[in-house]
């Protein structure tokens, strides 16, 4: 046999795609939702389904906003198209409010926003991007799948843990564009596959006077369109978890797919496509 490098591309043969993941249901999310449409870019939002109607301001830079929660009528209408998830029913800090506050917290708040969208909540973010070991666990147990933190890699790799995964980059950080260059142009030697995740607060963009940021951001990687994924978190989580779970024969000439998705998979340069339950018999 001859060295073999088998690479996961994502749907359509592409190498990279793109997610973002904005947090706490502010009324700003209308407009990122709208701006997002208006690209055909998709979003995870994280919602503390507790707080749903709240009335909260907020005086930034000398002005007061309106950081009011969306009420929980609109939660299936406006996030249509992206994903809901979970961030704590009230966005404790579910590491320091004991486990039976917290496993609450978490389990009333997936309940709620399964309510409301009509379907399996399985992400989520940590509020305050706090949690530990127990956290980790009480959410596996409540059936989430994956939840992201607030540090940032600068880099554009899939998540080992899916439990802990971190975002390329907050809006906010001075190299965002500098950033975007990087994922679009630089291709690297064996082509690998690449994940840009932007994650931030859309109320933020009010805060700052600087929606720009964000019209900028996407209006450069929706030019590179035809070489991205644009995909909620649970939708790249499921590919990755997908793929990871593909079954090999000794000799590698069989790929068995028993996941309910289609998956990609790039093998000395050349592209397969494996159907959901489906077997790839490769002639080497
Ligand atoms: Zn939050």
């Not at 208006?38 to 007061?64: M, R």
């Not at 399996?120 to 940590?126: D, E, K, M």
């Not at 006077?209 to 019209?215: F, K, S």
Request: aromatic share 14%; proline share 2%; with cysteine.
């Amino acid at each position: 046999m001859r060295p073999r490098i088998d690479v996961m591309v994502f749907p359509e043969g592409k190498r990279k795609a793109l997610t973002l993941s904005y947090d706490d249901g502010v009324i700003q999310d209308r407009k990122l939702v709208s701006i997002l449409n208006k690209y055909g870019v998709k979003g995870t939002f994280n919602i503390g389904s507790g707080l749903l109607g709240d009335k909260n301001e907020a005086k930034v830079h000398g002005k007061t906003i309106d950081i009011s929660k969306i009420e929980p009528e609109e939660v299936n209408t406006l996030y249509k198209g992206h994903e809901v998830a979970g961030h704590g029913l009230y966005h404790s800090s579910l590491a320091g409010i004991g486990s039976p506050s917290a496993v609450y917290e978490i389990i009333e708040d997936k309940r709620k926003l399964e309510e409301l969208t009509g379907y399996c909540v399985r992400g989520f973010a940590y509020p305050f991007g706090w949690y530990n070991g127990k956290v980790i666990e009480m959410l596996k147990q409540a059936g989430y799948e994956y939840a992201r933190v607030v540090e940032t890699t600068g880099k554009f790799d899939i998540p080992s843990d899916f439990m802990e995964w971190r975002a390329t980059a907050h809006h906010a950080d001075a190299r965002l564009m500098e950033l975007a260059e990087e994922f679009i142009n630089d291709e690297g030697f064996f082509k690998r596959t690449k994940l840009f995740y932007l994650w931030g607060h859309s109320y933020e963009f009010d805060f700052e006077d600087n929606w720009n940021v964000i019209e900028g951001f996407l209006d450069y990687v929706t030019q590179h369109r035809d070489k991205i994924w644009f995909a909620t978190n649970i939708e790249i989580c499921d590919y990755i978890n997908a793929y990871r779970n593909l079954k090999y024969s000794v000799d590698g000439k069989m790929i068995l797919n028993q996941s309910a998705c289609t998956i990609w998979i790039d093998i000395y340069n050349q592209v397969y496509e494996i159907g959901a339950g489906e077997t790839l018999n490769l002639s080497l």
